[in-house]
């Protein structure tokens, strides 16, 4: 006769046994929507290794490679498979809407979505079958199991940047990481406060205790990590928000194995995901010599020597200039320059640019113009004079998502140094095609590069580079057409010479410009617009062929062109051959 059993609304609720079953089903979730998101992108990441940009730059920028022999066949695009694109359309077209994005949350559908399940996912966990108030450690558990989720979509070589395909570096990965540590402080102060009030219930001391010490520390760390992690603090005071994010998540690593000893199996997966990304940056880093010329008191063009190859058109490296006392500090900037064996520029190289908006950028406008003003002194004053230094260059990363090649229209849109993105990737697709003969079947036809800038005068900070990529585009089977809106009237005669192009004051609408690109129609000018140059050269294609857009620069600007493209409708999608889009946000 079988022991009887006792009836489980009578058993004793044992969290050590059933809380850490809720672990691994909230850990099975997650791991699941990883899988997804990889399976979705299994074609972008098999395309992109076809084309050798899955993991281009994965051991950093080379530098010996030199020039190779680019030739100039002036190619016609191949054809294209309608019902191919009409499929890609329509597919682009399904997604389309998530791409809208509100104003405020710096997020768009797509990730409210996705962050909105994963908070869902972690309150089930933590509610279902809990008795939360009288024993509210399910919430703990679940607040350890975090912590693979913040390192893996943390570290700036994560294994998922891979798998997603190209242009889907840390910086597109960090809301997750942002929404991981939140809802592990969620979970921290919900198991945190339900111990305190039951200690207080029943007359316990809540400072003492190792066990109830070490939770208190870890609470009051996990508290100063979310509220310094913040977009305002991390905007205004970045190099001490970067300070104590390290400091304190190292000491929360060491107050909660003390506090559990449940803490030490879900502490390994974040060791080695850092390991693996510290391991592949010393195989990324650089050290190199490097020239800096300032453009104005705004702009500092910085070109490091002997680097050929290793990146791809709009990724960025993490740069750590030796100059003053600012060794230490390491701050992103787009490559705005394609590799030289197809660049376009009459001096092709290494290019970064760097515009004066905070204590570093200044700084560093400030050496550069000093030490020209110095060598101008010291040397013949026609002479070239450029600051030189030494640099540290970790990465590439990032990059975009959107391979333009495979697109007949292309229409790249900056705001301000967003050009820096837009410019590569100009600087890439006109010498895939002119200079490389459309080697890996280049569709693109047909170019619009839009820069929204303040004043006239900041042209000049990349006119010489426009006019040498313009000049290869012209007389090609590429038609190349340039706009620049000015938002003030200032200093109007500073404006160069670059062929094919309008400027023209007035703010344009990011909606208007793509309505007019898919659809060629010409509007007429705005009244308030003052028309300073154009070239007539244009050249009708028929649409079907697919439109990638690229925008670049503020929040305002991003968001824009994100809500431009997802109010499209399907039938136009399906019928331009669908339309691919890429954001690159300059804020933190």
């Known amino acids: 006769m079988a022991a009887p059993v006792v009836p489980s609304s009578l058993q004793i609720y044992n969290s050590y046994v059933e809380d850490p079953k809720w672990q691994i089903k ?101 509610i279902k079958d809990a008795p939360l108030i009288s024993n509210p450690n399910r919430a703990g558990f679940l607040a350890l199991a975090q912590f693979p989720v913040v390192f893996l979509f943390a570290t700036k070589n994560s294994i998922l940047s891979l798998l997603l395909g190209p242009g889907n570096g840390y910086e597109k990965l960090n809301f997750m990481h942002r929404m991981a540590g939140r809802a592990m402080f969620l979970a921290g102060c919900i198991h ?3 111990w305190i009030r039951n200690h207080l219930q029943y007359g316990l001391s809540i400072l003492g205790p190792q066990k109830e010490t070490s939770g208190v520390a870890s609470l009051a760390l996990l508290c100063i990590i979310v509220l310094t992690s913040l977009r305002p603090v991390r905007r205004l005071f970045y190099e001490y928000f970067f300070v104590i994010h390290i400091l304190t998540y190292v000491a929360f690593f060491v107050t909660i194995c003390y506090h559990t000893i449940y803490a030490s199996p879900w502490i390994f997966p974040p060791l080695a995901f850092y390991g693996a990304d510290v391991l592949l940056r010393l195989f990324r880093y650089r050290i190199k010599d490097a020239t800096l010329t300032a453009q104005d008191a705004h702009m500092t063009l910085i070109r490091v020597h002997n680097c050929d190859d290793g990146w791809l058109a709009g ?42 908006d905070g204590d570093w950028t200044r700084a560093l406008n400030n050496y550069t113009r000093k030490e020209q003003e110095r060598l101008q002194i010291n040397e013949k004053p026609e002479s070239d004079s450029a600051a030189f230094v030494q640099v540290m260059l970790d990465g590439p990363y990032g990059g975009s998502s959107v391979d333009l090649g495979l697109y007949e229209s292309v229409l790249l849109i900056a705001g301000g140094s967003g050009v820096t993105f837009t410019l590569g990737l100009l600087d890439d697709i006109i010498g895939r095609c002119v200079k490389l003969g459309r080697s890996q079947g280049e569709r693109t036809r047909r170019i619009k590069f839009t820069w929204c800038i303040r004043s006239f005068g900041q042209i000049e900070w990349f006119a010489p ?78 649409l079907g062929g697919g439109v990638a857009v690229c925008a670049s620069g503020p929040e305002s600007l991003t968001r824009e062109a994100q809500n431009a493209v997802a109010r499209l409708g399907l039938t136009m999608s399906m019928d331009v051959g669908g339309i691919a889009l890429h954001t690159e946000l300059f804020a933190l």
């Open 26 to 126: 909230f850990t099975i979730i997650w791991c699941s929507g990883v899988a997804l998101a990889v399976a979705v992108s299994v074609p972008s990441l098999i395309l992109g290794l076809r084309h050798g940009r899955s993991l281009k730059g994965i051991v950093g920028i080379s530098e010996t490679n030199g020039y190779r022999s680019a030739h100039s066949d002036d190619k016609e695009p191949p054809p294209t498979s309608r019902r191919g694109r009409r499929l890609v359309g329509a597919w682009n077209a399904l997604i389309s809407p998530t791409y809208w994005s509100p104003p405020w949350l710096g997020l768009n559908l797509g990730q409210i979505i996705v962050l909105s399940a994963y908070l869902t996912a972690v309150l089930v966990c933590i």
């Open 192 to 194: 945190g406060s339900l």
């Open 315 to 356: 990724q960025h490296v993490r740069l750590r200039v030796f100059f003053s006392n600012r060794v230490f500090e390491s701050h992103a900037l787009t490559i705005l320059s394609a590799p030289s064996s197809h660049s376009c520029l009459s001096s092709p190289g290494f290019l970064l640019a760097a515009r004066s």
């Open 465 to 542: 580079m426009l006019i040498d990529i313009a000049t290869a585009a012209s007389n090609s089977t590429i038609d190349l057409h340039i706009s620049i809106f000015v938002t003030c009237l200032c200093n109007p005669e500073a404006v160069p010479h670059i062929p094919n192009s309008i400027v023209t004051l007035s703010r344009p609408s990011v909606q208007n410009l793509l309505k007019d690109f898919i659809s060629l129609s010409q509007t007429p000018e705005n009244e308030d617009s003052v028309e300073i140059r154009f070239d007539e050269s244009q050249k009708l294609h028929s």
